[in-house]
C-alpha cells in the first residue's frame, strides 16, 4: 500500500474508506470487513452522524484481535457549528468518545464556512460570517489539540489556497493536509502543484464521482464519472473496474484516496485498486477530461442570505 508522509515520519495509507452517508446499520459490518479486507486508514466526521457505530466497530475488532488501534490512521473532522475558539475541545472530545478513542491520527476543519450551533437540524441556520470568527481563531484552537495529543496531525477541508496560504502565511503550525473534491472532472492541477511545494498532502474525496452524483447529474449533458467511456475503456484495457481506475488514478498522482462503500465486494475491489498501476498513456489521457465539475459544489452554504457565496467559498 502506497503511504503519505508527513513532516514528522508518521505515515497515513494512500486508500482510506469513506463513511459519509454510510448508514446505520450499515456502516459497523462495512468497517469490521474493511478491516477484514486490510483497510487501515478511515475518514470520519461528527456531521456524518455515524461515528458512535464506526466506534463500536472498532471495538470490536480491537476486541477481536484484527488489528491494534496504532495500526489504524483514523480521520474525523470539526462541524461548522463549532469554530469559535472554545468549542474547538468539546468538539473533538464528542468525536473521541463515539469513536471510543483517546487520539485521532487527524482532525480537519471541514468547511471554511461557520454557522451558530442549532437546536435541532430542523431549525434554519444562522451563518457566522468569517470576520467574525476568523479562520486563523479556529485554526489557533486546533493547533492547542496537536499540543495536547488529542489528535497527532491537524489539516483542512474544502480550503481554496488563498485560505491555505493565510494560514502558512500567519501559523508556524501550518495544515498537514487539504482534504477537497478530486477526480478526473475536477483535478485541481495547480491545487496540486501549490501543496506538492508547500508540503501540505491531498486527499480527493468523491474520488469515484460521489455518493451524490445521480441527484445531481439528473437532466445536465455530464456523464457518471464511472459510465464516462474513457475510463470504461481504460478500465477494459488494465482488466479493471471504472471505480478502481479512479482510484488508481488518485494514488498514482500521489493524493490520499477515500472512496465510500458498505458492500463487501466492492470494498475488496477498491481495496485491490490501491495496488495497481495505470499506464503513462492512460494517466495522460485522463488527463485531457478535466471539467472544473463539482459534484459538491457548496451551494447549500450560499443560501438564506448568509455571508458566504461561491466565489468567496472556493475564491475562484
Ligand atoms: N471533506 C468533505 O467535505 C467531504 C465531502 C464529501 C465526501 N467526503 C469523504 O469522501 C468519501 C467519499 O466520497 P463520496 O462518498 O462522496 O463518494 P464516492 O466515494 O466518490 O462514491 C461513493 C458511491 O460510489 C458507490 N461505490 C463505491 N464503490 C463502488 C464500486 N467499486 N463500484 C460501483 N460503485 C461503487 C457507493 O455505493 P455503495 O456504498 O452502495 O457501494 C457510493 O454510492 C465520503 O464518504 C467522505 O468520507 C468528504
Request: net charge negative; hydrophobic share 40%; aromatic share 10%.
Amino acid at each position: 500500500m502506497q503511504e503519505l508522509e508527513f513532516r514528522n515520519g508518521d505515515k497515513m495509507p494512500a486508500l482510506g474508506l469513506g463513511t459519509w452517508l454510510s448508514k446505520p446499520g450499515e456502516v459497523y459490518k462495512a468497517i469490521l470487513e474493511a478491516i477484514r479486507i486490510g483497510y487501515r486508514h478511515f475518514d470520519c466526521a461528527h456531521i456524518y452522524a455515524n461515528e458512535s457505530e464506526i466506534g463500536e466497530a472498532f471495538q470490536q475488532a480491537f476486541k477481536e484481535g484484527l488489528v491494534r488501534r496504532e495500526e489504524l490512521w483514523i480521520t474525523s473532522k470539526l462541524w461548522c457549528d463549532a469554530h469559535q475558539k472554545e468549542a474547538v475541545l468539546p468538539a473533538l472530545q464528542t468525536t473521541l468518545k463515539h469513536l471510543q478513542l483517546d487520539y485521532l491520527d487527524l482532525y480537519l476543519i471541514h468547511w471554511p464556512v461557520a454557522y451558530h450551533k442549532r437546536n435541532s437540524p430542523k431549525d434554519p441556520i444562522v451563518f457566522i460570517s468569517l470576520d467574525e470568527i476568523p479562520l486563523q481563531e479556529t485554526w489557533q484552537a486546533m493547533i492547542e489539540l496537536k499540543k495536547e495529543g488529542l489528535c497527532k496531525h491537524i489539516g483542512v477541508s474544502n480550503f481554496s489556497i488563498s485560505k491555505l496560504q493565510l494560514l502558512i502565511d500567519q501559523f508556524e503550525v501550518q495544515p498537514e493536509m487539504n482534504q477537497i473534491e478530486l477526480h478526473p472532472y475536477l483535478q485541481q492541477k495547480e491545487m496540486l502543484e501549490f501543496c506538492n511545494k508547500q508540503g501540505i498532502h491531498l486527499t480527493a474525496y468523491s474520488p469515484l464521482g460521489s455518493a451524490a452524483a445521480e441527484q445531481k447529474l439528473e437532466g445536465s449533458d455530464i456523464i457518471s464519472l464511472m459510465k464516462h467511456p474513457l475510463i470504461q475503456k481504460i478500465a477494459k484495457q488494465h482488466q479493471l473496474s471504472s471505480a478502481q481506475v479512479l482510484i488508481a488514478w488518485a494514488i498514482q498522482r500521489g493524493t490520499a484516496v477515500i472512496p465510500k462503500s458498505v458492500h463487501p465486494q466492492r470494498l475488496q475491489q477498491n481495496f485491490e485498486a490501491s495496488q495497481t498501476l495505470l499506464s503513462n498513456l492512460s494517466m495522460g489521457q485522463i488527463d485531457q477530461i478535466d471539467l472544473h465539475y463539482r459534484f459538491i459544489d457548496g451551494t447549500f452554504w450560499t443560501r438564506d442570505e448568509g455571508p458566504y457565496t461561491l466565489q468567496n467559498l472556493w475564491d475562484e
